[in-house]
């Protein structure tokens, strides 16, 4: 019966976008897990301390998503924008 409830087209949107955010969500989590030279999950990294390690830390920070969006405007539409925003269009 509850299924009935939810299951409706109209919920669909409601199901993608919080299926996307949790999709979001998990890939920050194993990005975390798996790159972040502070995370330490076996034994004997942890037992390792603190390591001065800038290298690995900069190449974490400074991902290829980052790189790729640095020189570019921060416009999602520039067309659009620039349609509503000049006055001589």
Same mark, same amino acid.
């Given at each position: *019966?509850?299924?009935? $409830?939810?299951?409706?087209?109209?919920?669909?949107?409601?199901?993608?976008?919080?299926?996307? #955010?949790? @999709? /979001?969500?998990? *890939?920050?989590?194993? $990005?975390?897990?798996?790159?972040?030279?502070?995370?330490?999950?076996?034994?004997?990294?942890? #037992?390792? @301390? /603190?390591?001065?390690?800038?290298?690995?830390?900069?190449?974490?920070?400074?991902?290829?998503?980052?790189?790729?969006?640095?020189?570019?405007?921060?416009? /999602?539409?520039?067309?659009?924008?620039?349609?509503?925003?000049?006055?001589?269009?």
């Amino acid at each position: *019966m509850a299924a009935n $409830r939810w299951l409706k087209p109209e919920v669909y949107p409601l199901f993608a976008a919080v299926g996307v #955010a949790v @999709g /979001i969500c998990g *890939m920050q989590l194993v $990005r975390n897990i798996t790159t972040n030279p502070e995370v330490r999950v076996t034994k004997q990294n942890r #037992a390792a @301390g /603190i390591l001065e390690n800038f290298a690995e830390g900069e190449k974490y920070s400074q991902h290829s998503l980052r790189k790729y969006v640095r020189g570019k405007q921060p416009q /999602i539409m520039p067309s659009v924008n620039n349609f509503f925003s000049d006055p001589s269009n």
